[in-house]
């Protein structure tokens, strides 16, 4: 019998997980991590982000879509990896708290935001999921939760539950401080030789992806002419994802 990793191929997420333009909301799922303050810490004094973030980028998304999309052994090599990475990540945020990467409630944070910003440009471009899809794509994120260090009864049993605790750690503990600041900008531009022209759609579908809070706390705009580019791109990404082979809108790792 074929290995087909731990999730089946019918799975939501290989549905979701798949789609090429998901990359787009990358920026913004990374500064909903870093406006955390301890995960903001923990980017800032071990990530090598900042020296390579083109080649950190690609290095995170091959280890997360491996998970998805390997078979049981590639996923597990792949789990331990960033578990294993996650080890030596300690230290202390400003102000004197202690962080580590494997504290379960600062990676619940980073998985909630993974979840949750894939699901909604998803839904954005593809259209809106069934509730029992919706709820299907949170339950097999807790299978690769679980193998990340969380223990379920950390985790919200719902989508709803995850949404609403999304709510509530933006009202209290995910206030971003001048760490979080200073790697968002880094976030935000990456490559600093680029002109601001060249990113400007970017920002936009950052924007429209960030809840106000955090857009205003990062300084990204969202005006008429960022809405406007917004809704161009969402409209551009149904398109091309109608009419190219799915060779250019499906990741690599969903061939193999």
């Known amino acids: 019998m074929r290995d087909s990793g731990l999730f089946p191929t019918d799975s939501v997420a290989r549905r979701v997980d798949r789609e090429l ?24 004094q071990h990530s090598d982000f900042r020296r390579s973030p083109h080649r950190r980028l690609l290095r995170t998304l091959d280890t997360t879509l491996a998970i998805v999309f390997g078979d049981r052994r590639r996923a597990m ?14 230290g202390v945020a ?11 409630r600062l ?74 600041l200073d790697v968002g900008r880094d976030v935000i531009r990456p490559f600093r030789f680029l002109p601001g022209i060249a990113t400007w759609p970017v920002d936009a579908m950052t924007a429209a992806l960030l809840p106000p809070s ?27 994802r109608r009419v190219l082979p799915a060779r250019l809108t499906v990741v690599p790792h969903a061939f193999r």
């Open 21 to 44: 333009f998901l990359l787009a909301g990358g920026a913004a799922a990374l500064l909903l991590q870093v406006a955390h303050p301890l995960v903001a810490a923990g980017v800032d």
């Open 77 to 90: 090599t792949s789990v331990d990896r960033i578990n294993s990475r996650h080890a030596s990540v300690r």
């Open 94 to 104: 400003a102000g004197g708290t202690p962080y580590s990467a494997r504290d379960p």
């Open 107 to 180: 990676l619940l944070w980073v998985q909630c935001t993974l979840i949750l910003t894939s699901l909604r440009l998803y839904e954005l471009v593809m259209g809106p999921l069934a509730a029992g899809d919706r709820q299907r794509y949170w339950d097999e994120g807790q299978l690769i939760a679980v193998e990340l260090g969380i223990p379920r009864h950390l985790m919200p049993a719902t989508i709803e539950d995850l949404e609403e605790y999304e709510r509530r750690m933006l009202a209290s503990e995910v206030i971003p401080n001048a760490t979080s």
């Open 214 to 240: 955090l857009r205003d706390a990062f300084g990204i705009p969202f005006g008429t002419k960022e809405r406007l580019a917004f809704r161009v791109l969402i409209v551009a990404f149904r398109y091309l």
